[in-house]
């Protein structure tokens, strides 16, 4: 079993912040914990656009504070942000998500991300293998 509090992660490696101060992402479980996926708490500053790409990874993100909008950049269709929305990646869409407010998210990735992924210049997370235990242990 696997227990981890937001407090217990925040300002260790597992707290990520944008260069650019936009977003922070505390990963909660990383594909070094050997469960399949990754979850994140991610907040995203008020005022803020943010272009996003995740070539790599399927994302569902479910918004638990804020409002705010997402536009699908390949059809250019355009969703409201409110608490309780929840999207999904399922295409590797190419989507800005532009904060009203404050928006605090809970964000699960497939394949998990490893913890030290920051989106490059195109907004996408590169695709970083999760390495294997040694034989004998276990990934947690």
């Known amino acids: 079993m696997i227990v981890r509090t937001t407090e217990e992660i925040t300002g260790t490696e597992r707290d990520v912040a944008d260069p650019k101060g936009n977003w922070r992402s505390k990963r909660i479980v990383l594909g070094g914990d050997g469960v399949g996926f990754s979850f994140h708490e991610t907040t ?8 996003f790409h995740y070539a790599n990874h399927v994302e569902a993100v479910w918004l638990v504070e804020g409002r705010g909008l997402l536009t699908d ?10 608490p309780g929305t929840m999207y ?53």
């Open 44 to 51: 995203i500053k008020a005022g803020s656009v943010n272009e």
């Open 88 to 140: 999904l990646l399922d295409g590797h869409e190419r989507h800005t998500v532009a904060a009203e407010t404050e928006l605090r998210m809970l964000c699960v990735f497939n394949p998990p991300v490893v913890g030290t992924e920051v989106h490059d210049e195109n907004g996408v997370y590169p695709l970083v293998e999760v390495p294997s235990p040694p034989a004998g242990a276990t990934a947690r």
């Open 73 to 82: 950049r390949e059809t250019g269709q355009v969703h409201v942000l409110a």
